[in-house]
């Protein structure tokens, strides 16, 4: 591998940055992140040790590669093995942790160094400001999870949120969960008093949540007959999927039983998919098509700096559009470890993006969501 | 969703009770789900019923008959199957790779494997042969007083009234040992089929009934959901033995359900696997030949099988290194595949070895060896000794050891699960690794090549199955 200095490095770095940065307003061509995504994987290749004895095992050269396809996927599990750096692992500022639900003994690690970092706190910045808060600088952000500073381990879903919370809570935004001896208890009755509290001042709350805790949220408020019209802007994110956690609804469910709940109209309901092994996130795009006046099926869009394929379970080739099959995410921010992660979550492209079904029956439940083991409403 | 069905069938069979008495549910099996099957929604009041009529169908005939008879009857069923135009063969081979999604290969292979169980040699019925080396004793002993052989007394054998058989569905041939087990010591059976494979059972006792309808009478096949305790728990009441296939789970919580009186026979979750010794790498040819042996061991019963290896150990110093074995397993592995497809797996198992395949990948000293563009089969030479199980579904670890001695300490995390070993040693070897293997827990050490294949009357999981459903063993001393 030639030509991988410091230049190409600072020059590679600099186009992704601005393809994270300015991407959506000026657009990134597909010969701009084929470019892009190709040498990235030369100086991936040429700093990660076992990447590299990977790709050469597979007898792929670098440098022959003309398309970003033809990059290979890195397997989720092998984050459960071995660092994947394109640094020495003592230099790196996060140690991410997946949840590890099937298997607490054995979870995956995402270490990021301080470069990384600031690929992927930007990338968390500018996915949310786009597909979340497109129409607000600010407000008041319930998040249904401990202050990430609080989290007994790096997990990234909670870093995420506190991401947000940072740039675009107000000052009243509050995390209503708490680590607890058995796992994470949410504030139940401070919840239900803030939703109050919104519908009477009328000031728009930005709920965030894990998909199963939304679930046993309108559960419980089922059970007990509560019902909100929250004010117009009032949002609903929800990530994870349920993980065996609490009933499954299909999207299509929750989000008409979130409404009937809370008043938040199906749009303002996003759901989101992040990876620990990734480190861009990806969004519902409804609530931006909505403010667009734009109307298109529900899916998670790619990112200028974004591509996620299906690949045949058998084959590992990619699939035509709308056919089922395992995803494969190409993430440029994921600058520090590998860009190409295939993940055994089912799903199939669409429109310029993708969707996600859920975990293939007979893997291991997992994904980014927090780590609730229950959530409880606490009625004191 | 519209339906496309092409056929249903019956996956019961319930003697005494007419089509109207129960009601039914379909479970639909086929990638376009081109095949279901018809099963009972069974409650406690019908199973009662059915219970009281094969008891006493059995009353009435099957006790009466002498077990020479019931062995010809059941010689004349296996002969029938023998004949490739037998309708219900037939059916099997057609319906069963859509069930199972075992290759129409495998499932011929499976059902030719358990027909060996009937056939004749050297004018010999191999079940005479199982019965002699079940009892111990002339077979006659479970129709009337003998000798006991080589003792001073009479001797009588008593089998169950009523047995009740909790089938798994990894193994279509399964369910058939056992049924036919217990109409040789005369009992009443039920047998509830499981959900992956309700039907093969069926076909048999339907093949029962085209020789001897009364003798078919005896049995009854149903469904229902495992663990529905209230038919259960009448099921379990009645028995008086319980033979129950299944995981660690299934048989703890059958454990606790069945009444004082009733004798369980568990056949849990087992472990296999195969060892080669330097003395078979002596040179390619004979490397090769036991490397499609032990291919073939690997991918009969797509792996499920209790008996099929999770791994082999191979001797290093032989001419062949056991890293050259993984190569000619691997080109084994293609052939058998050629032959005997593996069947097709459902997504999450794709992706499962996809993922476990992808980890290797990044793995130092190992060496990966795999199908071209499917899961089809995969070889894993891996130099790190421990036990580790497979995935299934024609995965397989080959890993190197100094000598076969070794072994027992790399096993012994999983003693407990042991079953079968398949091998490829001399004979002074071959005796004394066995005898390691027996003290710690494997119960058939089989030649490689032969582990899908148990010979006639050995022993199964450790015991005699047969003799074992023997609820009584009268003596006359005079």
Redesign the interface.
Request: charged share 30%; with cysteine; glycine share 8%.
């Given at each position: 591998m030639s030509g991988i200095d410091s230049e190409f490095i600072r020059k590679l770095d600099e186009d992704i940055l601005e393809a994270i940065e300015h991407g959506y307003e000026r657009g990134v061509s597909e010969s701009e992140f084929n470019d892009m995504a190709i040498r990235l994987f030369q100086f991936q290749y040429s700093a990660n040790k076992p990447l590299q004895k990977y790709i050469q095992r597979k007898g792929i050269n670098p440098d022959n590669i003309t398309s970003w396809e033809e990059i290979p996927g890195v397997v989720a599990d092998v984050f459960k093995d071995i660092p994947l750096t394109c640094f020495p692992v003592e230099r790196a500022e996060r140690k991410f942790m997946t949840s590890g639900t099937k298997n607490p003994g054995k979870r995956g690690l995402h270490y990021i160094d301080a470069v990384g970092m600031h690929f992927w706190r930007r990338s968390v910045y500018v996915t949310a400001k786009h597909y979340f808060f497109p129409d607000v600088d600010k407000m008041k952000i319930l998040a249904l999870s401990p202050p990430p500073e609080t989290m007994p381990y790096d997990m990234s879903m909670a870093v995420g949120i506190g991401e947000w919370v940072e740039n675009f809570g107000t000052e009243n935004s509050e995390y209503l969960a708490r680590v607890g001896e058995r796992g994470i208890d949410v504030n139940g009755r401070r919840f239900v008093e803030l939703l109050k509290e919104s519908e009477k001042t009328g000031e728009p709350v930005a709920i965030v949540s894990s998909s199963f805790g939304c679930v046993h949220f309108l559960d419980q408020c089922k059970n007990i007959g509560l019902k909100f019209n929250l004010p117009k802007g009032s949002r609903s994110l929800d990530g994870g999927g349920y993980k065996g956690k609490s009933r499954e609804l299909t999207k299509e469910e929750l989000y008409s039983s979130l409404k009937e709940t809370t008043g938040i109209h199906e749009a303002y309901c996003v759901n989101l998919l992040g990876l620990t092994e990734n480190a861009t996130q990806f969004f519902d795009n409804t609530l931006l098509n909505s403010l667009e006046g734009k109307s298109e099926l529900r899916y998670k869009p790619n990112h200028p700096w974004t591509r996620t394929i299906a690949v045949d379970p058998e084959t590992l080739e990619r699939l035509p559009k709308g056919k089922i099959g395992l995803l494969r995410h190409y993430d440029l921010a994921n600058r520090s470890s590998v860009m190409a992660v295939q993940t055994d979550d089912l799903g199939y492209e669409v429109g310029s993006g993708f969707e996600i079904i859920g975990r293939v029956k007979g893997g291991e439940p997992r994904g980014c969501s927090l780590d609730y083991n229950e959530f409880v409403i606490v009625q004191k | 969703m519209v339906s496309t069905l092409k056929y249903t069938f019956d996956a019961f069979f319930l003697p005494g009770i007419s089509e109207s008495e129960v009601k039914y549910e379909e479970v639909v099996y086929g990638d376009k789900e081109e095949v279901s099957v018809r099963v009972p929604i069974m409650t406690p009041e019908v199973l009662k019923k059915v219970i009281i009529s094969v008891k006493e169908s059995r009353k009435q005939n099957l006790s009466k008959r002498s077990v020479g008879e019931i062995v010809e009857v059941l010689d004349q069923v296996g002969s029938n199957w023998e004949d490739r135009n037998y309708e219900l063969r037939k059916k099997a081979l057609a319906v069963l790779p859509k069930i199972t999604r075992f290759s129409p290969q495998m499932i011929e292979v499976s059902i030719n494997g358990v027909l060996e169980m009937f056939k004749r040699k050297d004018n010999k019925s191999n079940l005479t042969r199982m019965l002699w080396a079940e009892l111990d004793n002339d077979p006659k002993c479970l129709d009337e007083f003998i000798p006991k052989r080589g003792c001073d007394y009479l001797v009588r054998a008593y089998g169950p009234e009523f047995i009740v058989n909790i089938f798994s569905g990894n193994v279509p041939a399964l369910p058939i040992v056992s049924l036919t087990r217990g109409l040789l010591v005369k009992s009443a059976q039920l047998g509830k089929v499981a959900s992956e494979e309700p039907y093969f059972a069926n076909l048999f006792v339907k093949s029962i009934r085209d020789v001897d309808e009364e003798i078919a009478n005896s049995i009854a096949l149903t469904y229902w959901k495992g663990g529905d305790e209230s038919v259960e728990n009448v099921a379990f009441a009645e028995a008086d033995v319980v033979v129950a296939y299944g995981g660690v789970k299934t048989i703890e919580s059958i454990k606790k359900r069945i009444p004082h009186k009733t004798k369980l026979i568990p056949y849990g979750h087992k472990m296999s696997f195969g060892v080669i010794g330097k003395e078979y790498l002596i040179d390619e040819s004979t490397a090769r030949e036991v490397a499609e042996l032990a291919a073939l061991d690997t991918s009969l019963y797509d792996q499920q099988g209790c008996l099929s290896p999770q791994l082999w150990y191979v001797e290093k110093n032989g001419n062949i290194s056991p890293e050259k074995f993984a190569e000619f397993l691997a080109e084994e592995m293609e052939k058998v595949n050629q032959k005997l497809p593996r069947g097709k797996i459902?997504?999450?198992?794709?992706?499962?070895i996809?993922?476990?395949?992808?980890?290797y990948?990044?793995?130092d000293n190992v060496k990966?060896f795999c199908s071209q563009?499917?899961?089809d089969w995969t070889v894993i030479y891996d130099e790190k000794e421990e036990f580790e199980p497979s995935c299934s579904y024609r995965f397989v670890r080959v890993k190197p050891v100094d000598d076969v001695s070794e072994v027992r300490g790399l096993v012994m995390p999983i003693a407990e699960y042991l079953q079968t070993i398949g091998v490829a040693l001399y004979e002074d070897r071959l005796l004394r690794f066995s005898d390691e293997m027996g003290r710690i827990g494997a119960t058939n050490i089989r030649q490689v090549g032969k582990m899908g294949v148990p010979g006639v009357g050995i022993p199964h999981d450790g015991s005699y199955g047969l003799r074992d459903l023997i609820t009584r063993w009268v003596s006359i001393e005079r």
């Amino acid at each position: 591998m030639s030509g991988i200095d410091s230049e190409f490095i600072r020059k590679l770095d600099e186009d992704i940055l601005e393809a994270i940065e300015h991407g959506y307003e000026r657009g990134v061509s597909e010969s701009e992140f084929n470019d892009m995504a190709i040498r990235l994987f030369q100086f991936q290749y040429s700093a990660n040790k076992p990447l590299q004895k990977y790709i050469q095992r597979k007898g792929i050269n670098p440098d022959n590669i003309t398309s970003w396809e033809e990059i290979p996927g890195v397997v989720a599990d092998v984050f459960k093995d071995i660092p994947l750096t394109c640094f020495p692992v003592e230099r790196a500022e996060r140690k991410f942790m997946t949840s590890g639900t099937k298997n607490p003994g054995k979870r995956g690690l995402h270490y990021i160094d301080a470069v990384g970092m600031h690929f992927w706190r930007r990338s968390v910045y500018v996915t949310a400001k786009h597909y979340f808060f497109p129409d607000v600088d600010k407000m008041k952000i319930l998040a249904l999870s401990p202050p990430p500073e609080t989290m007994p381990y790096d997990m990234s879903m909670a870093v995420g949120i506190g991401e947000w919370v940072e740039n675009f809570g107000t000052e009243n935004s509050e995390y209503l969960a708490r680590v607890g001896e058995r796992g994470i208890d949410v504030n139940g009755r401070r919840f239900v008093e803030l939703l109050k509290e919104s519908e009477k001042t009328g000031e728009p709350v930005a709920i965030v949540s894990s998909s199963f805790g939304c679930v046993h949220f309108l559960d419980q408020c089922k059970n007990i007959g509560l019902k909100f019209n929250l004010p117009k802007g009032s949002r609903s994110l929800d990530g994870g999927g349920y993980k065996g956690k609490s009933r499954e609804l299909t999207k299509e469910e929750l989000y008409s039983s979130l409404k009937e709940t809370t008043g938040i109209h199906e749009a303002y309901c996003v759901n989101l998919l992040g990876l620990t092994e990734n480190a861009t996130q990806f969004f519902d795009n409804t609530l931006l098509n909505s403010l667009e006046g734009k109307s298109e099926l529900r899916y998670k869009p790619n990112h200028p700096w974004t591509r996620t394929i299906a690949v045949d379970p058998e084959t590992l080739e990619r699939l035509p559009k709308g056919k089922i099959g395992l995803l494969r995410h190409y993430d440029l921010a994921n600058r520090s470890s590998v860009m190409a992660v295939q993940t055994d979550d089912l799903g199939y492209e669409v429109g310029s993006g993708f969707e996600i079904i859920g975990r293939v029956k007979g893997g291991e439940p997992r994904g980014c969501s927090l780590d609730y083991n229950e959530f409880v409403i606490v009625q004191k | 969703m519209v339906s496309t069905l092409k056929y249903t069938f019956d996956a019961f069979f319930l003697p005494g009770i007419s089509e109207s008495e129960v009601k039914y549910e379909e479970v639909v099996y086929g990638d376009k789900e081109e095949v279901s099957v018809r099963v009972p929604i069974m409650t406690p009041e019908v199973l009662k019923k059915v219970i009281i009529s094969v008891k006493e169908s059995r009353k009435q005939n099957l006790s009466k008959r002498s077990v020479g008879e019931i062995v010809e009857v059941l010689d004349q069923v296996g002969s029938n199957w023998e004949d490739r135009n037998y309708e219900l063969r037939k059916k099997a081979l057609a319906v069963l790779p859509k069930i199972t999604r075992f290759s129409p290969q495998m499932i011929e292979v499976s059902i030719n494997g358990v027909l060996e169980m009937f056939k004749r040699k050297d004018n010999k019925s191999n079940l005479t042969r199982m019965l002699w080396a079940e009892l111990d004793n002339d077979p006659k002993c479970l129709d009337e007083f003998i000798p006991k052989r080589g003792c001073d007394y009479l001797v009588r054998a008593y089998g169950p009234e009523f047995i009740v058989n909790i089938f798994s569905g990894n193994v279509p041939a399964l369910p058939i040992v056992s049924l036919t087990r217990g109409l040789l010591v005369k009992s009443a059976q039920l047998g509830k089929v499981a959900s992956e494979e309700p039907y093969f059972a069926n076909l048999f006792v339907k093949s029962i009934r085209d020789v001897d309808e009364e003798i078919a009478n005896s049995i009854a096949l149903t469904y229902w959901k495992g663990g529905d305790e209230s038919v259960e728990n009448v099921a379990f009441a009645e028995a008086d033995v319980v033979v129950a296939y299944g995981g660690v789970k299934t048989i703890e919580s059958i454990k606790k359900r069945i009444p004082h009186k009733t004798k369980l026979i568990p056949y849990g979750h087992k472990m296999s696997f195969g060892v080669i010794g330097k003395e078979y790498l002596i040179d390619e040819s004979t490397a090769r030949e036991v490397a499609e042996l032990a291919a073939l061991d690997t991918s009969l019963y797509d792996q499920q099988g209790c008996l099929s290896p999770q791994l082999w150990y191979v001797e290093k110093n032989g001419n062949i290194s056991p890293e050259k074995f993984a190569e000619f397993l691997a080109e084994e592995m293609e052939k058998v595949n050629q032959k005997l497809p593996r069947g097709k797996i459902n997504v999450g198992k794709s992706s499962e070895i996809q993922q476990l395949r992808g980890t290797y990948e990044f793995k130092d000293n190992v060496k990966i060896f795999c199908s071209q563009r499917s899961t089809d089969w995969t070889v894993i030479y891996d130099e790190k000794e421990e036990f580790e199980p497979s995935c299934s579904y024609r995965f397989v670890r080959v890993k190197p050891v100094d000598d076969v001695s070794e072994v027992r300490g790399l096993v012994m995390p999983i003693a407990e699960y042991l079953q079968t070993i398949g091998v490829a040693l001399y004979e002074d070897r071959l005796l004394r690794f066995s005898d390691e293997m027996g003290r710690i827990g494997a119960t058939n050490i089989r030649q490689v090549g032969k582990m899908g294949v148990p010979g006639v009357g050995i022993p199964h999981d450790g015991s005699y199955g047969l003799r074992d459903l023997i609820t009584r063993w009268v003596s006359i001393e005079r």
